[in-house]
């Protein structure tokens, strides 16, 4: 072959290769996540056509728990999309009003909109997240989850981040049922778990599963099997909700997790609030029932929420690098991981905001007990994935923090570290070397000398990180927000260490 031939073939490999590339980054923009669409003509029209008779109004409050309020679908009308409903006593939700200013309006979401399966003839109920207003013209109510996450949004568009992609790993309990009695404090208080799978059931009608053995068994050990079937086939006919996979997850008695393709912010945590909605649901029409509480079983794994992150903007993945021999990690990306690290202990009051997070972040348990970044390593707080390499990989690039439990409101989740990521881009935080070995199995010297830090040990702890490194918060989350969400969680650490715990009376009764 002469040396023109062999110009002409190489450069039609590079043309070649280019529009094969091209096509790749098409394709993968197309598969992005479809938004939710309806516009308030379009839930007009499918109340219409469905029969619908009552709208579900819900909300969010500053701890993450969803409530709502039902209103007839005769009295919906355009000013309820532009007005909103004056039904919302907000002195009444924890942590947002006092009684002398708590006239508030629920503003609903018409793309939120979806039919409730488990209402009369599953069509007769339909369901709206709404947005939060002040009554008498005072606008957005500042401590609504939900206007924090939109805040949040905002927030990395301004700073040059278009889109943001979110994935929440959300893992859950499943038990047949609980028992439990903490109503006499002075008398003692104690709980039962009862779990076909348990590893204590020894009613010989199933096969029960060995605490920390709970990872992909197949039925009949996986009883769990058809309820997360029907969780998927909710979420995604009537919500709208994409799902990739489930699966039974490590821990013994019922631990579930069900996995959605990412989406943006303000979306992915729409879906998560409909996502434990939708779990609890489905369990109790199957007389079980789900908790999202992180640390309910001694002596096996929690539940977490790991929480992938990217930033794109005009389509391009803006933590993807090439060239970067490491983990394809852009420069971008890794101050992205330097925010996280230098605020972790501070996002813990956020990610972490019960006292039973700290049952969970202790070690032997696969939970991230140590503030460090790496790839692959799931000892560290700060994952970089690494399952492609090259330009396949593009898409897929992203960071994995893996701090958060499913007790978090997935709103200020999601806001907090979009927060510190960025305040992490804007001072070029450096997240220091990655840690390549078990942090689990290091040495306290090896530890101290690599400069890995602990997250808090107890909530008090998180809430005193957060009061004293706030101020990379404050752009999307207020300084009420932070006031009212901290005294709910002191309040809550009192209540626990005030009270004798039923195992101090095994170590301590003979003292």
């Given at each position: 072959?002469?040396?023109?031939?062999?110009?002409?073939?190489?450069?039609?490999?590079?043309?070649?290769?280019?529009?094969?590339?091209?096509?790749?980054?098409?394709?993968?923009?197309?598969?992005?996540?479809?938004?939710?669409?309806?516009?308030?003509?379009?839930?007009?029209?499918?109340?219409?056509?469905?029969?619908?008779?009552?709208?579900?109004?819900?909300?969010?409050?500053?701890?993450?728990?969803?409530?709502?309020?039902?209103?007839?679908?005769?009295?919906?009308?355009?000013?309820?999309?532009?007005?909103?409903?004056?039904?919302?006593?907000?002195?009444?939700?924890?942590?947002?009003?006092?009684?002398?200013?708590s006239d508030m309006l629920l503003r609903p979401d018409p793309s939120?909109?979806?039919?409730?399966?488990?209402?009369?003839?599953?069509?007769?109920?339909?369901?709206?997240?709404?947005?939060?207003?002040?009554?008498?013209?005072?606008?957005?109510?500042?401590?609504?989850?939900?206007?924090?996450?939109?805040?949040?949004?905002?927030?990395?568009?301004?700073?040059?981040?278009?889109?943001?992609?979110?994935?929440?790993?959300?893992?859950?309990?499943?038990?047949?049922?609980?028992?439990?009695?903490?109503?006499?404090?002075?008398?003692?208080?104690?709980?039962?778990?009862?779990?076909?799978?348990?590893?204590?059931?020894?009613?010989?009608?199933?096969?029960?599963?060995?605490?920390?053995?709970?990872?992909?068994?197949?039925?009949?050990?996986?009883?769990?099997?058809?309820?997360?079937?029907?969780?998927?086939?909710?979420?995604?006919?009537?919500?709208?909700?994409?799902?990739?996979?489930?699966?039974?997850e490590v821990a013994t008695a019922g631990q579930c997790e069900i996995?959605?393709?990412?989406?943006?912010?303000?979306?992915?945590?729409?879906?998560?609030?409909?996502?434990?909605?939708?779990?609890?649901?489905?369990?109790?029409?199957?007389?079980?029932?789900?908790?999202?509480?992180?640390?309910?079983?001694?002596?096996?794994?929690?539940?977490?929420?790991?929480?992938?992150?990217?930033?794109?903007?005009?389509?391009?993945?803006?933590?993807?690098?090439?060239?970067?021999?490491?983990?394809?990690?852009?420069?971008?990306?890794?101050?992205?991981?330097?925010?996280?690290?230098?605020?972790?202990?501070?996002?813990?009051?956020?990610?972490?905001?019960?006292?039973?997070?700290?049952?969970?972040?202790?070690?032997?348990?696969?939970?991230?007990?140590?503030?460090?970044?790496?790839?692959?390593?799931?000892?560290?707080?700060?994952?970089?994935?690494?399952?492609?390499?090259?330009?396949?990989?593009?898409?897929?690039?992203?960071?994995?923090?893996?701090?958060?439990?499913?007790?978090?409101?997935?709103?200020?989740?999601?806001?907090?570290?979009?927060?510190?990521?960025?305040?992490?881009?804007?001072?070029?935080?450096?997240?220091?070397?990655?840690?390549?070995?078990?942090?689990?199995?290091?040495?306290?010297?090896?530890?101290?000398?690599l400069g890995i830090k602990e997250l808090p040990g107890n909530l008090?702890?998180?809430?005193?990180?957060?009061?004293?490194?706030?101020?990379?918060?404050?752009?999307?989350?207020?300084?009420?927000?932070?006031?009212?969400?901290?005294?709910?969680?002191?309040?809550?650490?009192?209540?626990?260490?005030?009270?004798?715990?039923?195992?101090?009376?095994?170590?301590?009764?003979?003292?």
């Amino acid at each position: 072959m002469n040396v023109k031939s062999t110009k002409i073939t190489i450069k039609y490999w590079l043309i070649t290769i280019s529009l094969l590339v091209d096509e790749v980054e098409q394709n993968m923009q197309e598969a992005m996540p479809k938004q939710w669409a309806m516009t308030k003509e379009d839930v007009f029209k499918a109340i219409e056509k469905h029969d619908i008779k009552f709208i579900d109004l819900q909300l969010t409050d500053v701890l993450g728990k969803l409530h709502h309020i039902t209103i007839s679908t005769r009295y919906l009308d355009d000013n309820t999309f532009t007005e909103g409903v004056a039904k919302l006593d907000g002195s009444s939700i924890r942590g947002f009003a006092e009684i002398h200013e708590s006239d508030m309006l629920l503003r609903p979401d018409p793309s939120t909109y979806a039919v409730i399966p488990w209402s009369l003839d599953g069509k007769k109920t339909a369901r709206m997240l709404c947005d939060v207003y002040k009554g008498f013209g005072g606008g957005r109510f500042s401590r609504d989850p939900r206007f924090v996450a939109q805040k949040a949004e905002e927030y990395l568009k301004k700073l040059g981040y278009d889109t943001s992609y979110w994935g929440p790993e959300i893992e859950f309990f499943v038990f047949d049922k609980v028992h439990w009695d903490a109503t006499s404090p002075y008398q003692g208080v104690s709980y039962k778990i009862e779990s076909r799978e348990a590893a204590w059931n020894v009613d010989g009608t199933s096969l029960p599963i060995r605490f920390k053995e709970g990872y992909y068994p197949a039925p009949p050990q996986d009883t769990l099997m058809e309820y997360r079937n029907e969780v998927c086939r909710v979420l995604t006919d009537y919500f709208g909700v994409e799902i990739d996979a489930h699966h039974h997850e490590v821990a013994t008695a019922g631990q579930c997790e069900i996995d959605m393709r990412f989406d943006t912010l303000v979306k992915m945590a729409d879906k998560a609030q409909t996502y434990k909605y939708a779990a609890r649901n489905v369990a109790s029409q199957m007389g079980m029932v789900a908790t999202f509480m992180p640390k309910p079983i001694f002596g096996d794994n929690a539940s977490g929420m790991h929480v992938h992150v990217s930033l794109w903007n005009k389509g391009v993945n803006l933590f993807y690098d090439e060239n970067d021999p490491y983990a394809e990690l852009s420069q971008t990306g890794r101050y992205f991981v330097g925010g996280l690290l230098e605020h972790s202990r501070a996002l813990a009051a956020i990610t972490n905001p019960t006292t039973n997070s700290y049952r969970r972040l202790v070690p032997g348990y696969e939970a991230p007990v140590f503030i460090a970044w790496s790839r692959s390593n799931r000892s560290a707080n700060v994952r970089v994935p690494v399952y492609y390499k090259g330009r396949g990989g593009m898409k897929s690039k992203r960071i994995e923090f893996r701090t958060p439990d499913t007790s978090s409101n997935p709103y200020l989740c999601f806001a907090a570290m979009a927060a510190a990521g960025a305040d992490g881009i804007k001072k070029k935080i450096d997240p220091g070397d990655p840690v390549n070995e078990d942090i689990y199995k290091l040495s306290p010297e090896r530890r101290s000398q690599l400069g890995i830090k602990e997250l808090p040990g107890n909530l008090r702890e998180a809430v005193e990180e957060l009061l004293s490194d706030s101020e990379f918060i404050k752009p999307v989350i207020s300084e009420d927000l932070i006031e009212v969400m901290t005294e709910l969680q002191l309040k809550s650490f009192i209540d626990v260490s005030t009270k004798p715990h039923p195992y101090e009376f095994y170590l301590y009764f003979d003292v």
